[in-house]
């Protein structure tokens, strides 16, 4: 074997490097096991924990440290599926975007446009602007959209002359503005939410983002989050020297109401401190001179007790207690000062781990502190950390002297921002232009307010709090900072998000209960087991000695497939579990057609060495082909997949690669080594060794009888799909699903009964999922109203009719949240009319891209048509009857049988797994043609058939081996999925010798004879 330790050195390289991604899941497990043993079932003290070790050391490789914080974030990332969450897609609306650059024009036509463009929308993959011009030009004959947009804010950009095409443009250029701020805004809101490996990203050329939490339990609070129009505003600030004196007091006050046991700090998850009280400023002002000295002598022994705490290495309960108890405030919130015990400057007033900021608004919101601070002082959180470890935030006092308490400038005033390079230094700054209203309030809040800070706040945190040095006039602003570039992006990315009113509004929704996850681990985990153990069971048996080296080499695979996984970032889901055990069953099958090689090389008498050459060239060509073909499926499905789907097409793809890699290296590496220590190598034992070897079936001969079968069960589907047609998801249909688990077994019926006093005037559907307590509701109720609390009223419906069904009585929250409650609704999935428009067109195009692009293959790599062509129709055939079966046993087996995307992914993997099949056939067919071009090619065709029926059945064997444990263990989320996939190996292996090849014989056959007639 050429260049061995080149190989031996680049797996061992792969085998540190995946080893060393693995690590930190290993390392993220323990320190996560140690902090739920010293919680002992407390989420908060386990979380308090967490926070605290946030930034220390807590893996050392020696040259280099990771903290918990870089630990985690390296873990292998486990989708919403399997450990619960939250999963959202929000589509940005443009109506309201086109509505506010018209200054919400009256114009009938107009108006009419902007509804039709939205009907339109729910069954067309354009985007909006385009549906609008559309409707706008067939509405008003012609009109001109320039005397409509043609406003204060778009004249320099639109004139009366302006041509439509030119208003689209600037239309389209604003919506795009409003969406890429819109995901800047929500980016920051979910940032600060508090969930581990949060994921946004936007969906290119559709105006949608898609949002990923992992552990969320409030679904109700995310959607209202992610649901709200971002908020600008300017407000000037108080200076930190004019605060101290009353938090001092504030202080005393917190110290005599504990003593007296009248206040406890509250545990709670809002991070905002917004306290409006109700003291006068200007007696503030007046008595702040008075009580400056005696804050000075208290604040220099408060800071020097903190300071003395916070450099001990640990502090001890008695001191820490000492300190709560003399300074129950400043311990939370330690003030802006020197140890000297001087006030700083500036509008912070002091700041405050993240975990100790529920505690800080606990006490700033007291009565008899609101009574103490301000009418006028309202208290916001700096959105980002100070600390490199991400734990401390700042208090900021900001001053709401309006009559209204409304900011005296908000983000429409902002006409454009960009971050850019300071003319003296290397520092970035932000360039901020305003329009001619915005100019005048600026310069006048600027010149009020020389020498002090304004703060940027967006949705109540503020962003930045630049020093005024002058009255600015003209709406052009600079600030300054010491930023980096990044840091001016982004602030300059704040600053124009409330430059338009652009409200998300959520188009699908799916939320997973931690429950289901884990229960979904759990069985994925059992599948796969047990799959693993059948496939080395089976490999063994069949092949002997070199089974084993095979299960070497599939251990390798699965350690390089998850390391990999892990490297690249990518999401593991239930599907993805699911692909991978399926890749198990693939990836034997280059070791199956090199070992069926070898066997015929060995039976024609040549040495074992010379044999296993032989068979790994020889095979090499088919092993090639087929994965490449695969590969191909693989990719469509991540192209046009989400979620699940997406995280099953990645598995695939990288579990072809990895198999490849150990099916073809790794074992002939074994081999080579057990051939130099003079090893006896066997493939097969004496019950295998001659399986399927000296067959002669006419295949070619049967074909008459094979077309008639497969066209009556072409015709059943057809006659099925027009009968019963079949049971779309909602996915498809478009809708809501519920998952909802009762704490008694109940029936269909029941749940139906029940949910006819409630859903009247609607549709529903009503099947068991999984165990006897558990059901799946579906419902078109409302799911084209894009109203915030229409998933709220549908919630409560289903709590009012089946509550009375429980055992057990809970409350209407306990019943629709996902958290800790082993009952009520543990799943939930919302799909608007418009993503389930376009996730209909994306399968079918990828059903037929991935068609398309396997038969170009085949014609470029087997250098005739009709091999592509008995393909694409074996191929179209194996999916037609798929669809076939779904249509027909829909509602008669005891598990969904829905068509949604896993189905479409099920479909693309059979397209995948039957090409593959086929491949190895017409790469034997070439090879005989070529060694025997004088025989006729029937029987070259069915001589191939023949000596790779051994390598097909036991593909296909172990294949199905694989599938049916995941199909018995794997769970009730993919047991549709895996289904199909059961009967499509079937399908496909039948296919592959009955249908393929004799369709391209038969086109051969004919070119032939018209060839010959021309003659």
């Known amino acids: 074997m050429q260049n061995k330790g080149a190989l031996k050195l680049l797996a061992i390289a792969l085998a540190i490097a995946c080893a060393y991604q693995l690590s930190f899941t290993f390392v993220t497990r323990h320190v996560e096991n140690k902090a739920a043993e010293y919680a002992a079932g407390d989420p908060v003290k386990e979380q308090n924990y967490l926070d605290s070790i946030k930034s220390q050391p807590v893996y050392n490789l020696g040259f280099v440290q990771f903290n918990y914080k870089e630990v985690k974030e390296k873990e292998i990332n486990l989708g919403l599926d399997l450990r619960g969450g939250m999963n959202v897609m929000l589509e940005i609306s443009v109506e309201d975007v086109v509505r506010a650059l018209s200054n919400d024009s009256k114009d009938p036509i107009f108006n009419q446009a902007l509804v039709q463009a939205r009907e339109a929308q729910k069954n067309s993959t354009s985007d909006y602007i385009t549906l609008f011009e559309q409707a706008y030009e067939r509405l008003s004959n012609g009109g001109k959209l320039s005397y409509i947009f043609n406003t204060p804010e778009l004249r320099e950009q639109i004139t009366p002359n302006s041509t439509n095409a030119e208003v689209i443009k600037v239309l389209r250029e604003s919506a795009n503005g409003a969406i890429e701020n819109s995901f800047n805004v929500l980016r920051s809101r979910i940032d600060r939410f508090g969930v581990t490996q949060p994921n946004i990203q936007r969906l290119e050329n559709s105006g949608r983002i898609l949002v990923e939490l992992p552990g969320v339990k409030e679904p ?105 108890k003399n300074f129950p405030l400043f311990a939370k919130l330690r003030p802006v000062a020197d140890q000297n015990g001087n006030i700083g400057e500036g509008p912070v007033i002091g700041t405050a781990l993240a975990l100790d900021t529920a505690a800080v608004n606990h006490y700033l919101n007291l009565p008899q502190i609101k009574g103490l601070l301000p009418r006028d002082l309202r208290l916001m959180w700096g959105i980002k950390a100070i600390d490199p470890a991400e ?57 009020d307010n020389i020498g002090q800070c304004i703060a940027i706040v967006l949705d109540g945190y503020v962003y930045s709090a630049p020093v005024v040095n002058q009255e600015i006039t003209g709406g052009q602003s600079q600030i300054s900072g010491s930023f980096t570039i990044n840091e001016a992006r982004d602030l300059a990315n704040v600053l124009k998000s409330g430059k338009l009113p652009a409200p998300a509004r959520i188009t699908q929704d799916t939320v997973v209960g931690p429950s289901l996850g884990q229960e979904s681990i759990t069985a994925g985990m059992m599948s796969f087991i047990l799959a693993f153990i059948l496939v080395l069971i089976y490999m063994i048996f069949f092949y002997n000695r070199a089974g084993w080296v095979a299960s070497i080499a599939l251990i390798c695979n699965l350690f390089f497939l998850f390391g990999v996984l892990v490297a690249f970032g990518a999401v593991l889901t239930l599907p993805g579990i699911a692909g991978i055990v399926l890749t198990m069953g693939m990836a034997v099958d280059a070791n199956v057609i090199i070992y069926e090689r070898v066997k015929e090389e060995l039976r024609m008498g040549k040495a074992l060495s010379v044999s296993l050459y032989e068979g790994y060239k020889n095979a090499m060509s088919a092993i090639i082909d087929g994965n490449v073909t695969t590969l191909i499926t693989g990719i469509v499905l991540f192209i046009f ?41 066997t493939f097969s034992t004496k019950l295998t060794e001659n399986f399927l070897a000296n067959t002669h079936f006419n295949f070619i001969g049967k074909r008459q009888i094979t077309y008639i079968l497969s066209g009556a069960m072409v015709l059943i589907t057809l006659v099925s799909l027009g009968v019963r047609g079949m049971s779309y998801g909602v996915d498809f249909s478009g809708g809501r699903a519920f998952v909802v688990r009762f704490d008694q077994p109940v029936t269909a019926t029941e749940v139906r009964t029940a949910l006819s006093t409630v859903f009247t005037n609607t549709g529903y559907e009503v099947k068991q999922f999984g165990k006897e307590n558990q059901m799946r509701i579906l419902t078109q109720y409302k799911f084209d109203d894009e109203g915030e609390n229409v998933t709220t009223e549908i919630e409560g419906m289903l709590y009012k009719a089946l509550n009375p069904l429980l055992g057990t009585q809970i409350s209407a929250e306990e019943f629709v949240s996902t958290a800790q409650n082993p009952v009520g609704i543990v799943s939930s999935d919302k799909v608007g009319p418009t993503v389930a428009h376009d996730i209909k067109v994306n399968s079918i ?47 008669l087996l005891p598990f969904s049988m829905e068509v949604d995307q896993s189905f479409i992914a099920a479909i693309l993997t059979i397209i995948g797994y039957s090409i593959n099949d086929k491949v190895v056939i017409f790469d034997r067919i070439r090879e005989y043609q070529t060694l025997y071009p004088k025989r006729k090619i029937k029987d070259n065709i069915n001589n191939a058939i023949n000596s790779t029926l051994s390598r097909t059945i036991n593909t296909s064997g172990t294949t199905l081996v694989v599938l049916l444990a995941i199909f018995l263990f794997g769970g009730e989320v993919i047991r549709g999925f895996v289904f199909a996939l059961l009967f499509g190996v079937i399908i496909s292996t039948y296919s592959t010798v009955f249908t393929a090849t004799p369709i391209a014989y038969d086109l051969i056959r004919r070119r032939s004879q018209a060839a010959a007639e021309v003659k």
């Open 220 to 324: 109700e609070r995310v959607r209202k989050l992610l649901q709200g129009t971002a908020s600008l505003e300017f407000w000037a600030t108080y200076n930190n020297k004019e605060i101290y004196p009353i938090l001092s007091e504030a202080n005393q006050i917190i110290k005599d109401l504990e003593a007296a046991g009248a206040t406890t700090v509250a545990v709670a998850d809002s991070v905002v401190a917004d306290s409006t009280v109700k003291a006068d400023s200007t007696a503030l002002a007046a008595d702040s001179s008075a009580v400056d000295s005696v804050a000075t002598a208290e604040s220099g022994s408060l800071i020097s007790q903190l300071d003395s705490t916070e450099n001990q290495a640990a502090m001890s309960q008695q001191d820490e207690a000492a300190l709560l």
């Open 641 to 681: 997949g989400t979620g699940p789907v997406q995280g099953f097409a990645t598995t695939l793809i990288i579990g072809i690669l990895t198999s490849l890699f150990s099916a073809i290296l790794i074992t002939r590496m074994i081999f080579v080594t057990m051939l130099e220590r003079g090893h006896h190598i």
């Open 845 to 891: 195009i990828a059903v037929l891209f991935s068609l398309l692009a396997i038969a170009l293959y085949i014609i470029l790599r087997f250098k005739r048509w009709q091999w592509g062509v008995g393909s694409v129709v074996s191929l179209a055939h194996d999916a037609l009857l798929t669809i076939g079966v779904f249509s027909l046993l829909h509602g």
């Open 391 to 447: 734990t401390t935030y700042q208090l900021y006092a900001i001053k709401a002297n309006t009559r209204d308490g409304k900011a005296p400038l908000d983000g429409g005033a902002v006409v454009d921002a960009r971050e850019t390079y300071s003319q003296q230094g290397a520092s970035a700054e932000v360039s901020m232009s305003m329009n001619a209203s915005g100019a005048r309030t600026w310069a006048r809040m600027t010149a």
